[in-house]
């Protein structure tokens, strides 16, 4: 049970740096190094407390993920800091679940597309928002709306974050009535 909370905690820190990895895309269009390899390490952690001999595997689904999402950004379709970032996620899970993990990403992904779809649609030149918000947020949000009205790049950490947000929740309802999982 201890090994089980370690990991939840280990989990939830990782949590922490997606989540400031989806607020620096979303503010600044740019995933800094440091977080992507906080995630890489957790995960690392996460494998080595669940199914220590599985940490090479997860190592080699991250060196494949990194090529194929690799070839993805030298092409432009993709930036460089989402590669990073799916690919240092991927050791989150363990290998039988990267596949689950990338759909619940992509899907994610999906969704944040038509709402960014959807709100350029609404408005080509969006408000500013109301009073009430701190200066900074709404400087974000500001400028969030003027990316979206520019069609400028999704922040893909974002869905990334989501994605994995779903699949920790996910698994942790399936193990949390158990001694074990």
Same mark, same amino acid.
């Given at each position: @049970?201890? $090994?089980?909370?370690?990991?939840?905690?280990?989990?939830?820190? !990782?949590?922490?740096?997606?989540? /400031?990895? #989806? /607020?620096?895309?979303?503010?600044?269009?740019?995933?800094?190094?440091?977080? *992507? =390899? #906080?995630?890489?390490?957790?995960?690392?952690?996460?494998?080595?407390?669940?199914?220590?001999?599985?940490?090479?595997?997860?190592?080699?689904?991250?060196?494949?993920?990194?090529?194929?999402?690799?070839?993805?950004?030298?092409? /432009?379709?993709?930036?460089?800091?989402?590669?990073?970032?799916? #690919?240092?996620?991927?050791?989150? *899970?363990?290998?039988?679940?990267?596949?689950?993990?990338?759909? /619940? $990403? =992509?899907?994610?992904?999906?969704? =944040?597309?038509? $709402?960014?779809?959807?709100?350029?649609?609404?408005?080509?030149?969006?408000?500013?928002?109301?009073?009430?918000?701190?200066?900074?947020?709404?400087?974000?949000?500001?400028?969030?709306?003027?990316?979206?009205?520019?069609?400028?790049?999704?922040?893909? !950490? $974002?869905?990334?974050?989501?994605? *994995? #947000?779903?699949?920790?929740?996910?698994?942790? @309802?399936?193990?949390?009535?158990?001694?074990?999982?």
């Amino acid at each position: @049970m201890y $090994v089980q909370i370690t990991v939840w905690l280990v989990e939830f820190l !990782a949590l922490a740096c997606l989540f /400031a990895a #989806a /607020a620096s895309d979303i503010e600044r269009r740019i995933i800094p190094n440091q977080l *992507v =390899l #906080a995630v890489m390490v957790l995960g690392v952690v996460v494998q080595s407390l669940v199914s220590p001999r599985h940490i090479w595997v997860s190592l080699a689904i991250w060196v494949c993920a990194m090529a194929g999402l690799g070839l993805m950004a030298a092409k /432009a379709i993709v930036g460089w800091g989402d590669v990073k970032l799916m #690919a240092a996620v991927t050791t989150l *899970v363990p290998p039988s679940d990267v596949l689950q993990l990338f759909l /619940a $990403v =992509l899907i994610m992904g999906g969704l =944040l597309s038509v $709402v960014y779809l959807g709100i350029g649609q609404l408005s080509s030149r969006p408000a500013p928002p109301e009073g009430g918000a701190p200066q900074r947020f709404a400087a974000s949000v500001r400028n969030e709306l003027s990316e979206i009205g520019a069609r400028r790049s999704l922040p893909y !950490a $974002v869905a990334i974050l989501c994605g *994995v #947000a779903y699949h920790i929740a996910r698994t942790t @309802m399936r193990c949390w009535p158990a001694t074990s999982c």
